[in-house]
């Protein structure tokens, strides 16, 4: 069966009341819904849906079962290999479901946030959730897979940090995986990979009393931007703020081996300490 009619039958299997968006070959945006990061990759897939929401998700799934054909789920589309598209079957696309709220140390983040989404949140709320180091990977396929970053030596992986998630299984359910809800869900999904289903909310503990943020405006921030535009190729990779970790021993030493001067650490922080630059 060709593309065209799996597209036909999956839209027809979604019915009318479907109201994401979707894209199905041939039609106008089709090659843009179907590219991921690794421009190698060249799948083709009968259909890409920008679910909204976990309900969608999971019609979404449903669909893809009654007219049998492949599932692949797209967060950020990192994954090198380009697993997030898949050939002749359907692809999730998570990218609209990117909120990410923090309310009292725990951070709440869509399963198509990036890992800028979760930095901007959690610097904001001076709380530090162990990440990656590229701004614009999808953080589903990062803590599905593990997670490790600039912070896990002291504070774990990102799956480490996995303490709920709201999961659209492969029968459509939509359940909640936590330590008092399904706990052995909760289990697989903390460095177990993306198959045991979709996971629509990621809630991740984090380690707070230990960040201090400069906001775009304070000396910190203009000195440091200056500091980078000197050293970076494309210093705009710099551009959400400093975060100063106090329990790092290493004395000023940034990603990528730069130093950073005394003069550039606020008054109120003590000086020698590591800076840390979250990327968003």
């Given at each position: 069966m060709n593309n065209d009619r799996i597209g036909a039958r999956l839209?027809?299997?979604?019915?009318?009341?479907?109201?994401?968006?979707?894209?199905?070959?041939?039609e106008a945006g089709y090659d843009d819904a179907r590219r991921v990061w690794n421009g190698a990759v060249d799948r083709?897939?009968?259909?890409?849906?920008?679910?909204?929401?976990s309900s969608e998700v999971a019609a979404a799934v449903l669909a893809a079962r009654e007219v049998g054909v492949p599932l692949s789920v797209r967060g950020g589309g990192?994954?090198?290999?380009?697993?997030?598209?898949?050939?002749?079957?359907?692809?999730?696309?998570?990218?609209?479901?990117?909120?990410?709220?923090?309310?009292?140390?725990?951070?709440?983040?869509?399963?198509?946030?990036?890992?800028r989404h979760v930095d901007t949140a959690n610097a904001?709320?001076?709380?530090?959730?162990?990440?990656?180091?590229?701004?614009?990977?999808?953080?589903?396929?990062?803590?599905?897979?593990?997670?490790?970053?600039?912070?896990?030596?002291?504070?774990?992986?990102?799956?480490?940090?996995?303490?709920?998630?709201?999961?659209?299984?492969?029968?459509?359910?939509?359940?909640?995986?936590?330590?008092?809800?399904?706990?052995?869900?909760?289990w697989a999904l903390r460095g177990g990979g993306g198959n045991f289903g979709v996971v629509t909310r990621f809630d991740l503990g984090g380690v707070s009393g230990l960040a201090k943020f400069c906001a775009p405006g304070k000396p910190a921030w203009d000195a440091?931007?200056?500091?980078?535009?000197e050293q970076c190729e494309n210093s705009s990779q710099w551009s959400g703020g400093i975060v100063v970790y106090p329990t790092f021993d290493s004395p000023?030493?940034?990603?990528?081996?730069?130093?950073?001067?005394?003069?550039?650490?606020d008054n109120d922080v003590a000086r020698g300490q590591k800076l840390i630059l979250v990327q968003y």
């Open positions: 839209r027809s299997a979604l019915g009318h009341a479907f109201g994401a968006e979707t894209v199905i070959a041939g083709h897939p009968a259909m890409v849906a920008f679910c909204r929401t990192h994954q090198v290999a380009g697993l997030s598209v898949c050939d002749n079957g359907l692809t999730i696309d998570l990218s609209t479901m990117c909120a990410v709220s923090v309310d009292g140390g725990i951070s709440h983040a869509g399963g198509g946030s990036l890992l904001q709320a001076g709380v530090v959730v162990p990440a990656g180091v590229v701004s614009h990977t999808g953080l589903g396929g990062l803590a599905l897979g593990g997670g490790f970053g600039w912070t896990f030596r002291n504070f774990g992986l990102t799956c480490d940090n996995i303490v709920g998630a709201e999961v659209v299984t492969a029968d459509g359910r939509i359940v909640q995986a936590g330590e008092q809800d399904d706990a052995d869900l909760l440091a931007r200056g500091y980078f535009a000023k030493i940034l990603p990528g081996g730069f130093k950073l001067p005394d003069d550039l650490v």
